[in-house]
């Protein structure tokens, strides 16, 4: 039997390596993909709660993520898209108009 | 049995993720990326989640990521010479420590709480399918519409934005 | 085997359509017409053999072809009711449709659109076995509206003319009208009921109170007045001729305007519970038949005179349904499918072989120039007028001997007068085109011609149907025809028995007779022995004649009272927008102009003052955190991440144990 801790401490390296991945990449699509294990990261907590604790909720948030995710995919990669049409690069670095 | 496919799906899962973001040529990340996602799934076979295998393998891996592929297909991206952040050392280090010290601490913590009215015997007898339906159908049925207004507005939204700008538009942005 | 049948009767046809509609500019007029007919034709075969079937077991079987809809309390499926009602009604749609489509081979030879005109036949045939088979409401009711939007298609035929144009508007606004009524009894019967099949509805059908019963029965009726043109809303038919003559044969005369006949037979267990409703179907009936009749003596446009003997020839099958000879009103529907088919047909051809002249006035001495299309209008019109002993004659005849022997004395009156009506205009009809002194443009003249064998084959066999179609009625009340219905038509408790005896059966028999051949001989006399007399009785009551040949003035007075009121309105709240609203809109505006006047002075003065002191004092402030702002995407990253930490830092070490937010303990 695995415990239920094995499952969150999988989750949390998963979740780690998403987050390290944000922070380092600077290929924009990197990113989103990094974001994409963050999620499937959180996706496997709440499935492993869902059988632990005997409750089918922790599924279907699961479900309503991968939901997300394909909305957020969907948008993201347009915003890539316009983006890279006006500047022709993915490089988060060069993408500083939010200064002013 | 379970312990060992538990053992080889995590520890796959992990190694592609690294890969993902450690690899230079952005194609070579996402197929990294296809590997966890299959992996991730098979975690979901073991946690009596049939369903959301199959919506994993489906969605995430057919539609997310050839999306993802399409993209860079399409951007045609060069591989670049720096693909790190600048400072990526610090950054990676400073984020190893912060994610290690939640890891102790998520582990350490004691985890349970109320008990659910699926227990896994109930879940297998008619299947993960069924007992997700009729519980997305009748205490989540709202949740669930929103899920489908939002998914509509993503639509609306991905199409607003990559459209073939107007000249309009082009002459907007000149300005 | 039997279901498979079943199912092949409408899904035929419906492949033609398909293959025409979607591929029909790719191949031949030839291929796309021998789709039309050829599918129609196997369709019909598939209807003899369910007949057979029917005839030899006589049990009523549902074929379920697809679960449609299941939720809640509604289970609705596109299944088929096969029962003798049925079978009949298939037999006669796919027999007439099949001859139809193989008369208009001929007459739309060359005309634009020809595939259209074949794919619209094609559908219309879809959605009327839709109409007749389906076993349940929603099933009658999408072949109902199919039915609808096939006539709307096929009156506008001709769509660059604009007289069809309206024709058609006009045939699909009235039927709304008709279509809501219909409606709202689905609607009824669902709320009572919980289903929506006949078979549960009609058995649970004794549950229901008069009042109710009496309410649905009326929305039904005003369904079925829509789509069978009866008053009030009998307009939309004589316009409808605008339509090419193949379309008035099959859709206005023989099968669609059928279809609130049907339905009534069809629901007759809820009928037979408000007497009432059945009273009314009675006298919408033989007000109709009368009153459609007399228009029908003065019309000039021959199809317009067809049209009008349509609607008073389906006042008949009302007045049979109100007086409860079910079996009789779909005998009536059965051989005036036949004789009206043929007549329209024929006048078609007459049509044709006049390029097109429609005006009665310039006919005439056509006999020996289409002897064929003479011979076979002329049985049409025996047949109508009920002259012994083709087929409109048992049917008719039946219909008003119901009425006499069951105390009806007024109603038998007006089909009596009707009938004196029908043979007289129906016979005027024939002398004005077929007998007397030519009056054709000697144009026109030159080019008279008897149409193509493809035109006349199905006309001779739809005249030998209207000698013989009468004889499975007989006897009157006890002939094969009844038998076969008897299942139907008799509601558990009560509904049609025979108790006339012969010698009053054949009195009225005789009665009828002489009433037709009275209206044929007042018809010789006007229109072939002394042809001045009719004109000498038309300039002698100016005002009654000239009301019939305005028909009453009834569309005018319904666009008097509907459609003219309707477009006031529409000018009124025209205006109302365009003052009021506008007003509105324009005064909010220049309020808030003058307004914004005078701010702005008090603005430019005193608040840019103030809040130049207040940007500057933040300008100060804030040259010290803008760095913070990099704009950099990565760095707004790092503080959320940050901030994250810090936000489980708080949950798990410094809040856990004390309050158990984020975790509680096992």
């Given at each position: 039997m695995v415990p239920l801790s094995a499952y969150v401490a999988v989750s949390a390296v998963l979740f780690a390596t998403g987050l390290i991945g944000v922070l380092i990449r600077r290929n924009f699509i990197i990113v989103l993909m990094a974001v994409e294990i963050m999620l499937n990261a959180a996706n496997i907590n709440l499935v492993a709660f869902s059988y632990y604790l005997e409750s089918m909720a922790g599924q279907i948030v699961a479900l309503f993520v991968i939901a997300i995710a394909a909305g957020e995919a969907a948008v993201g990669l347009a915003i890539i898209i316009v983006v890279f049409r006006g500047r022709l690069s993915t490089n988060v670095d060069e993408l500083n108009l939010l200064k002013w | 049995m379970v312990p060992f496919f538990f053992v080889y799906f995590s520890l796959v899962s992990i190694v592609a993720g690294v890969l993902t973001i450690a690899f230079r040529n952005p194609v070579h990340c996402g197929l990294a990326l296809l590997t966890l996602l299959l992996h991730v799934a098979g975690l979901f076979v073991l946690l009596n989640a049939e369903f959301l295998f199959a919506v994993q393998i489906i969605?995430?891996?057919?539609?997310i990521l050839v999306l993802y592929l399409f993209v860079l297909m399409l951007l045609n991206l060069k591989t670049e010479e720096?693909?790190?952040?600048?400072r990526y050392a610090v950054i990676l280090f400073a984020a190893a420590g912060i994610c290690g010290e939640l890891l102790l601490l998520v582990l350490r913590s004691p985890f349970g709480g109320l008990k659910g009215d699926a227990p896994a015997e109930a879940v297998l007898k008619d299947g993960a399918s069924y007992a997700i339906g009729i519980k997305m159908f009748s205490d989540y049925l709202l949740p669930f519409e929103i899920v489908g207004v939002f998914l509509l507005g993503a639509i609306i939204g991905a199409i607003v934005l990559a459209k073939t700008p107007t000249t309009v538009d082009i002459e907007q942005s000149d300005r | 085997m039997f279901e498979l049948l079943v199912i092949l009767i409408p899904v035929l046809p419906l492949a033609a359509v398909l293959l025409n509609g979607l591929?029909?500019?790719?191949?031949s007029h030839d291929i796309a017409h021998r789709l039309g007919w050829g599918s129609v034709g196997l369709s019909f075969l598939c209807a003899v053999g369910i007949f057979v079937e029917t005839l030899r077991t006589g049990v009523a079987r549902e074929v379920v072809a697809y679960r449609w809809i299941f939720g809640g309390d509604l289970t609705v499926n596109l299944a088929f009711l096969v029962d003798p009602l049925t079978c009949i009604m298939m037999l006669v749609v796919t027999g007439v449709g099949f001859l139809i489509h193989l008369y208009s081979v001929g007459y739309m030879h060359?005309?634009?659109g020809f595939t259209r005109f074949f794919t619209y036949m094609n559908l219309f045939m879809v959605s009327m076995l839709l109409l007749v088979m389906g076993s349940n409401y929603l099933v009658l009711f999408i072949g109902w509206e199919g039915v609808g939007l096939c006539s709307y298609l096929l009156i506008g035929y001709?769509?660059?003319?604009v007289s069809a144009a309206k024709a058609a508007t006009k045939a699909f606004v009235v039927n709304r009208i008709g279509d809501a009524g219909f409606l709202l009894a689905i609607f009824l019967i669902f709320v009572n009921f919980k289903t929506l099949d006949y078979t549960q509805v009609f058995a649970q059908a004794?549950?229901?109170?008069t009042g109710m019963a009496t309410a649905i029965a009326l929305c039904l009726l005003i369904g079925a007045v829509g789509k069978s043109a009866q008053?009030?809303?009998?307009?939309?038919l004589p316009d409808?001729?605008?339509?090419p003559t193949p379309v008035s044969a099959l859709?206005?005369?023989?099968t669609m305007v059928t279809a609130g006949v049907y339905m009534i037979v069809r629901n007759h267990v809820l009928y037979d519970m408000a007497p009432v409703a059945l009273t009314t179907v009675a006298w919408v009936g033989g007000l109709t038949a009368l009153f459609a009749a007399t228009i029908g003596l003065?019309?000039?446009d021959i199809k317009r005179v067809l049209a009008y003997s349509t609607v008073s020839q389906l006042g008949y099958m009302f007045l049979a349904c109100g007086i409860g000879a079910y079996t009789a009103a779909i005998f009536h529907l059965m051989t005036h499918a036949f004789f009206k088919a043929l007549l329209f047909l024929s006048a078609g051809s007459v049509i044709h072989a006049l390029s097109?002249?429609?005006?009665?006035?310039?006919?005439?001495?056509?006999r020996s120039k289409i002897p064929w299309t003479h011979a076979l209008f002329l049985v049409g019109t025996l047949a109508i007028a009920g002259?012994?002993?083709?087929a409109g004659f048992w049917s008719k005849d039946e219909i008003m001997a119901h009425a006499f022997t069951h105390g009806q004395y007024v109603l038998y009156a007006m089909a009596a007068i009707g009938a004196f009506l029908t043979a007289f205009y129906m016979f005027r009809l024939t002398y004005l085109t077929f007998y007397g002194r030519s009056r054709l443009d000697h144009h026109v003249a030159e080019h008279v011609h008897e149409s193509p064998a493809v035109m006349i084959g199905p006309l001779v066999v739809l005249a030998v149907l209207s000698v013989i179609g009468g004889f499975p009625g007989v006897?009157?009340?006890?002939?094969w025809f009844h038998h076969f219905l008897h299942p139907v038509t008799?509601?558990?408790?009560?509904?049609?028995?025979?108790?006339?005896g012969f010698g009053l059966v054949a009195t009225l028999m005789v009665v009828a007779t002489a009433i037709a051949l009275l209206g044929w001989g007042l018809a010789h006399y006007l229109?072939?022995?002394?042809?001045?007399a009719a004109d000498n009785l038309a300039a002698r009551a100016p005002g009654a004649y000239r009301t019939l040949l305005n028909k009453y003035y009834v569309d005018e007075l319904y666009d008097f009272l509907f459609v003219e009121p309707a477009k006031r309105l529409g000018v009124v709240w025209d205006w109302f927008d365009r003052t009021v609203i506008d007003g509105i809109v324009l005064g909010v505006g220049r309020l808030t102009q003058s307004g914004s006047a005078g701010s702005t002075w008090i603005e430019k003065h005193a608040i840019y003052g103030l809040i130049n002191v207040v940007g500057y004092a933040n300008h100060l402030a804030a040259r010290s955190w803008r760095?913070?702002?990099?704009?950099k995407v990565h760095h707004y990253a790092a503080i959320i991440v940050a901030g994250l930490f810090i936000l489980v830092h708080l949950i798990l070490v410094w809040w856990s144990g004390s309050s158990g937010i984020g975790v509680a303990s096992r």
């Open positions: - | 969605v995430y891996a057919g539609a720096r693909y790190l952040h600048a | 591929l029909g500019s790719r191949y060359g005309e634009e001709y769509y660059d003319r004794s549950q229901l109170s008053i009030p809303l009998y307009t939309w409808a001729m605008e339509g859709i206005h005369a023989a003065v019309q000039t097109g002249e429609q005006d009665i006035r310039n006919m005439g001495g056509l002259i012994f002993p083709l006897p009157p009340e006890s002939g008799v509601a558990a408790g009560g509904g049609e028995e025979h108790g006339a229109y072939s022995v002394r042809t001045e760095r913070l702002q990099s704009g």
